[in-house]
């Protein structure tokens, strides 16, 4: 019999962490690319090519966690639940460090032109640039913390 750790897949914490983890993938993507301006430094197409690859995966296990919830029905066949465990451990861990590599350039270049001043960073566009490296940031918290629940669920199978 398995036991149902709080946060692990199928559970209304997991949901939660994967819709907290979509909207602000999304909203780093979104802030990001307002501006086709973010082409021209390297660090921010990392970020908005990072995000494109968190988002759907935190979409496909957000609706996952949601079938779980809504419909009752947890995937308790240890096959499934491996399945899942090992491929948001590989997947989302790459794409958790990935993410936070591509946040920490984002608020450092930022930042970099924000103290070079105007002619290069209109204040506008880097609090817009700002605010995506804080999305992300607030992304990759709640992918890590989705990841080691899921991960505590490995011992139970």
Same mark, same amino acid.
């Given at each position: 019999?398995?036991? !149902? $750790?709080?946060? =692990?897949?199928?559970? +209304? &914490?997991?949901?939660?962490?994967?819709?907290? !983890?979509?909207?602000?993938?999304?909203?780093?993507?979104?802030?990001?690319?307002?501006? $086709?301006?973010?082409?021209?430094?390297?660090?921010?197409?990392? /970020?908005?090519?990072?995000?494109?690859?968190?988002?759907?995966?935190? @979409?496909?296990? &957000?609706?996952?966690?949601?079938? +779980?919830?809504?419909?009752?029905?947890?995937?308790? !066949?240890?096959?499934?639940?491996?399945? @899942?465990?090992?491929?948001?451990? $590989?997947?989302?861990? &790459?794409?958790?460090?990935?993410?936070? #590599? #591509?946040?920490?350039?984002? =608020?450092? $270049?930022?930042?970099?032109?924000?103290? @070079?001043?105007?002619? *290069?960073?209109?204040?506008? /566009?880097?609090?817009? *640039? !700002?605010?995506? #490296? #804080?999305?992300?940031?607030?992304?990759?918290? /709640?992918?890590?913390?989705?990841?080691?629940?899921?991960?505590?669920?490995?011992? +139970?199978?």
């Amino acid at each position: 019999m398995m036991e !149902q $750790v709080p946060g =692990a897949l199928g559970t +209304s &914490a997991s949901l939660a962490l994967r819709l907290g !983890q979509t909207i602000f993938s999304s909203a780093s993507l979104l802030f990001m690319c307002l501006d $086709v301006e973010f082409y021209n430094y390297t660090s921010f197409s990392y /970020l908005v090519t990072v995000m494109a690859l968190v988002t759907p995966w935190s @979409v496909s296990l &957000a609706l996952i966690d949601a079938y +779980s919830v809504f419909i009752k029905c947890l995937p308790r !066949q240890p096959r499934v639940l491996l399945i @899942v465990i090992v491929g948001d451990w $590989v997947y989302s861990k &790459a794409l958790s460090f990935l993410s936070l #590599a #591509a946040a920490c350039s984002t =608020a450092s $270049v930022t930042s970099l032109l924000v103290n @070079v001043g105007t002619p *290069y960073c209109w204040s506008k /566009l880097c609090s817009r *640039y !700002q605010f995506s #490296a #804080a999305m992300a940031f607030l992304s990759w918290f /709640l992918s890590f913390a989705s990841t080691l629940f899921n991960l505590w669920l490995l011992p +139970s199978l």
